[in-house]
């Protein structure tokens, strides 16, 4: 009976199945537990034979060799069932602390996986609400860091494993190697995340300060593109003192670009994740405040040439003005009632004509100025020859009018010098004419 139940446990002792999951191995435990119980629960039987062996070798019974060859082998093979049931008992709980490990170790590696999405997302090209981001990373590095104890833990169990020489020992290694990989991967890729994110928000106030610039320039480039060069001398001088103090912006605003260009150039040498685009934009930025100097040059050209062909406008005016003053004295049509009354008009006209040919330098100055203009191609030239041809009519009509009233008075005067010599003969002849109808001869 004793054989019969020990053939049955080392029967099941045989079963090399020590579980492929947790639940199979617990399971396993469980059966092994019950096994250890019966085993127990036989060990008086096993008692009780050994010392009824012993009393039947002891009372010298006829088969007491016998009896003491079956009771060794019996204590033997209970010995070697006892041996068994230890090994497979340890095996099992090797099996059961391997299955936990690796069970922790998917869940570690899950775990890492999905954090590993979030750290390898590309969400900081994406400029939208960059400050959450940050905040956001942040609390995501402290989860990495809170979470780190429980990483050791894993990789601390696993070498536990292997350092007591457990069967699955190149397995737990590369399960080591598997977790402490991704969990170096997390970490670099969190870290390099955090770069990016910086990096982005560094990039966010660089393009801000771009955008200002960009929104200033276009502000002056509408103000080079202007066609406005006043309308008069007054305008003209208002524009050239707005255009010297664009000037003095843009000249103010160097330090600005320059600024934006060592910060271009740090982002480059740091590698910047969008250091081609940052360069290109300060290339293009550059290239457009470059781009203002020769039309704001142009302009401020245009508003001197402007204001010379307003002064002389207003020159030409003057002129004009001088000679609508004059006309009136010149085209007077009173030529004197007697000999004194014209002698003072052609002394009045003597004063008016010596006022002509003194100013007439003055118109051939104005002339002079009108027509290096016109040669040097001024952007009004057809302007300046239409009032310059206006003024030299005025001013030829002004001394053929002048020359015309000098005949007219000169002829005046010598119709009354006629008149007065012819009145002075009359009065004389009427004084003689007595005289000669005296007839008194004597």
Sequence with gaps: QADTWMAKQEAFLINQDLGDSLDSVEALIKKHEDFEKSLAAQEEKIKALDEFATKLIEGQHYAADDVAQRRALLLERRALLMEKSAVRRTMLEDSYKFQQFERDCDETKGWINEKLKVATDDSYLDPTNLNGKVQKHQNFEQELNANKSRIDEVLESGIELKESGHVQSERIQLKLDEINDLWQDLIKSAEKKGMRLAEASQQQQYNRGNEDLELWLSEVEGQLLSEDYGKDLTSVQNLQKKHALLEADVGAHQDRIDGIRISSEQFVNAGHFDAENIKTKYDALDGRYGNLMKPMSNRKVRLMDSLAVQQLFRDVEDEEAWIREKEPIINSTN????????QNLIKKHQASMSEINNHEPRIDAVSRTAQNMVEDGHFALDDIKN??????????????????????????????????DASEAESWMKEKEPLAGNADYG
């Design 335 to 342: 030529r004197g009632r007697d000999l004194i009354g014209v």
């Design 387 to 420: 009032r310059l041809s206006t003024l030299h009519d005025h001013w030829n009509q002004l001394k053929e009018k002048a020359n015309q009233r000098k005949q007219d008075l000169d002829d005046s005067l010598q119709a009354h010098q006629y008149f007065a």
